[in-house]
């Protein structure tokens, strides 16, 4: 771990709170994973999901109260609160939901998701519990977590607001636009907007521009590029292999019905995601969220928590699919992400991941254009 990640110190109160903490969540996982089984669904999935709900339950319960040693009880709980991620994601993939109304009568939320999402929050309470976090430690990297969250969220509503403001000097100029100007002028309102996010963040923690770490490459972090490409490609391969061996739907990006609509628009957007694309999102998602969260994370704990983040921010753009799907969707987006965030890690340096996300998805749009051009 960093210095400044660096485990807590480990006392009484920290061995009572965050496995209190890690049982509340996976005994509300439990429950919720036991609704569709009490509505009478028998998936076997839903059942292995229930047994190890139950199994992060018993084992934060011992933690707690039997002395259990961290070191052990942690990775346990953990383990089992991973798998049950897994397990309900895969059973809301294959439509198991078990929907149920709010309060309200009008409103209905699928509550295997809530496991979906509780389970997530328990495992890093294992993760939590195993590093010795004190419940000041856990409350300094939440809260760092949900502004860092924030900031990313900035990132994305920025490039609406952008356009809204860029539209009104320069669309009547322009108008009617062709595809190329709008796209063109789609891309340059996102760098825009992630600077303008990246300005404000520095301003308000007191940083300047030697935070952003850009410099030229060496000879190593030219091979990082060339290797980090194979890598990425060959992840994606990988998922999407074990995705579809495990019957699991995917949801399309926005762009491939774009794509389906107007084939030779991936031919502006090639170029736009090597010189904008790339960088400026490598730029917030990396550079400042990531970077920053070294501060209290370990950095394999940092390119997991901005990993989680970047594929959070990505929901919009699947969201014409079932949640599922979604779901599915944004787990390939996070397993590439931890590919670039580990490169971003290992390299120290903005310009190898941004030049690596850029073609990628330079790559992944040709593809669009010879397959429906």
Not at 346 to 372: C, E, M
């Amino acid at each position: 771990m960093t210095e400044t990640a660096r485990a807590d110190e480990a006392g009484p109160i920290a061995s009572d709170v965050v496995p209190g903490i890690g049982t509340v969540l996976a005994g509300i996982t439990m429950v919720a994973l036991l609704v569709p089984v009490r509505r009478g669904v028998d998936d076997p999935i839903v059942l292995a999901g229930v047994g190890f709900a139950l199994a992060a339950v018993l084992t934060f319960l011992v933690r707690r109260h039997a002395g259990l040693e961290r070191r052990i009880g942690g990775p346990i709980a953990a383990g089992s609160s991973v798998l049950v991620v897994l397990l309900a994601g895969y059973a809301l993939n294959q439509g198991v939901t078990a929907p149920a109304a709010l309060p309200t009568g009008s409103v209905s939320i699928p509550v295997v998701f809530v496991a979906f999402v509780t389970a997530g929050l328990a495992a890093a309470m294992g993760v939590a519990d195993y590093y010795g976090i004190t419940p000041t430690g856990l409350k300094r990297r939440s809260l760092q977590v949900v502004s860092l969250s924030a900031v990313g969220l900035a990132g994305l509503l920025a490039t609406p607001v952008v356009i809204a403001i860029l539209a009104i000097p320069i669309v009547p100029l322009l108008e009617p636009l062709s595809t190329f100007e709008e796209a063109v002028f789609t891309q340059v309102s996102m760098a825009i907007g992630a600077m303008l996010v990246t300005a404000g963040y520095l301003a308000m923690t007191d940083r300047d521009l030697s935070f952003i770490d850009l410099r030229r490459p060496t000879l190593r972090e030219l091979g990082w590029i060339v290797g980090g490409l194979f890598v990425l490609f060959g992840a994606l391969f990988a998922i999407s292999t074990l995705m579809q061996s495990a019957g699991v739907e995917s949801a399309d990006h926005s762009t491939t019905q774009r794509a389906q609509d107007n084939p030779e628009l991936m031919l502006i957007l090639a170029p736009l995601a090597i010189l904008i694309i790339g960088p400026f999102e490598e730029l917030l998602y990396r550079n400042v969220i990531q970077k920053s969260l070294y501060e209290t994370f370990s950095r394999p704990g940092a390119v997991a928590v901005a990993s989680v983040i970047f594929a959070a921010v990505h929901v919009l753009a699947y969201a014409t699919a079932g949640i599922g799907a979604v779901i599915a969707s944004l787990g390939t987006i996070f397993g590439l992400s931890i590919v670039l965030g580990t490169i971003y890690e290992r390299t120290d340096n903005l310009l190898v991941p941004a030049l690596i996300h850029g073609v990628y998805n330079a790559v992944t749009f040709v593809s669009l254009y010879f397959t429906y051009g």
